[in-house]
């Protein structure tokens, strides 16, 4: 029978057994642990260079790059002493062509166009010496019936200011043909020192833009006599009969805008039926 001491120097060999299996154990986890975490860098380093590798290509092979956007084409201008501009970004509202850019550009004599509306007729008078190169767009307007079945967005009431804009298709004042016509502004007085507006007198037939040399389909008659400043290219007159129905259109009131209740709308809305040249 073992005695006393030979029991604890068992014990004790037991107790030294497990603490090493136990400290073998701890070692072997540590070791795989470490297997794992350097195997997943690994992965993810293979990853991210595949990820490069499919991404990436010749750099003189535009096809495959997409970061940037195609370059919108240029604008367009006539042959012609015009150089009507034709500018892809800003589309006609209404189907129509660039206007034929004669060479050398009519200059002379006058065309008589009929503005019929649902509020009455408006005889104009286009006059080709004041702006030979706008007197040759509208006339190619007209007779491309571009105005037929527009409307006159816009009517001012104010005391330095009487006039009624039309020629946008859209109604919204931001439409036009798809070209633009350059200023011609050489009929307008100058300003007198220390003023910035000249006269539009009543009856002025004058063209509306967004700039300089923006003109396109948009055009003014002015029904009381105004000022604004030298920007705006005029290219004929009102006749009488056309007078009195803008004086019958503004009597009507005006449906205020975003300018104040003396300009926005006319109240009794002004629809172009047909333009005619006679």
């Given at each position: 029978?073992?005695?006393?001491?030979?029991?604890?120097e068992?014990?004790?060999?037991?107790l030294?057994?497990?603490?090493?299996?136990?400290?073998?154990?701890?070692?072997?986890?540590?070791?795989?642990?470490?297997?794992?975490?350097?195997g997943?860098?690994?992965?993810?380093?293979?990853?991210?260079?595949?990820?490069?590798?499919?991404?990436?290509?010749d750099s003189?092979?535009?096809?495959?790059?997409?970061?940037?956007?195609?370059?919108?084409?240029?604008?367009?201008?006539?042959?012609?002493?015009?150089?009507?501009?034709?500018?892809?970004?800003?589309?006609a509202?209404?189907?129509?062509?660039?206007?034929?850019d004669?060479?050398?550009?009519?200059n002379?004599?006058?065309?008589?166009?009929?503005?019929?509306?649902?509020?009455?007729d408006?005889?104009?008078?286009?006059?080709?010496a004041?702006?030979?190169?706008?007197?040759?767009?509208?006339?190619h307007?007209?007779?491309?019936?571009?105005?037929?079945?527009?409307?006159?967005?816009?009517?001012?009431?104010?005391?330095?200011?009487?006039?009624?804009q039309?020629?946008?298709?859209?109604?919204q004042?931001?439409?036009?043909?798809?070209?633009?016509?350059?200023?011609?502004?050489?009929?307008?007085?100058?300003?007198?020192?220390?003023?910035q507006?000249?006269?539009?007198?009543?009856?002025?037939?004058?063209?509306?833009?967004?700039?300089?040399?923006?003109?396109?389909?948009?055009?003014?008659?002015?029904?009381g006599?105004?000022?604004?400043?030298?920007?705006?290219?005029?290219?004929?007159?009102?006749?009488?009969?056309?007078?009195?129905t803008?004086?019958?259109?503004?009597?009507?009131?005006?449906?205020?805008?975003?300018?104040g209740?003396?300009?926005?709308?006319?109240?009794?809305?002004?629809?172009?039926?047909?333009?005619?040249?006679?």
């Amino acid at each position: 029978m073992p005695t006393n001491q030979q029991r604890r120097e068992a014990a004790k060999r037991k107790l030294e057994r497990q603490l090493a299996r136990r400290a073998e154990r701890a070692k072997k986890r540590r070791i795989m642990a470490t297997a794992l975490t350097v195997g997943g860098v690994v992965l993810v380093v293979g990853l991210i260079y595949l990820l490069v590798a499919l991404n990436s290509g010749d750099s003189t092979d535009t096809a495959s790059d997409t970061s940037t956007e195609p370059t919108p084409p240029p604008a367009e201008t006539t042959t012609g002493p015009c150089k009507y501009s034709k500018d892809p970004a800003k589309p006609a509202s209404k189907p129509v062509d660039a206007p034929p850019d004669a060479d050398p550009t009519p200059n002379a004599g006058t065309a008589k166009v009929n503005v019929k509306t649902n509020q009455g007729d408006i005889p104009l008078t286009i006059d080709r010496a004041k702006a030979p190169c706008t007197a040759q767009a509208i006339e190619h307007l007209v007779k491309a019936k571009f105005y037929d079945g527009t409307t006159c967005h816009r009517l001012v009431n104010s005391a330095s200011l009487k006039v009624l804009q039309c020629g946008d298709p859209t109604g919204q004042g931001s439409g036009g043909p798809g070209f633009e016509i350059k200023d011609e502004l050489a009929s307008l007085p100058k300003p007198a020192d220390g003023q910035q507006a000249v006269p539009y007198p009543k009856g002025t037939l004058a063209m509306a833009n967004a700039g300089p040399n923006t003109s396109g389909s948009q055009f003014f008659m002015v029904y009381g006599d105004s000022q604004l400043p030298p920007n705006y290219t005029v290219f004929g007159t009102i006749d009488a009969p056309g007078l009195a129905t803008l004086d019958k259109i503004a009597a009507g009131g005006i449906t205020p805008g975003q300018n104040g209740p003396e300009d926005g709308a006319p109240k009794n809305a002004v629809n172009i039926e047909t333009a005619t040249i006679s």
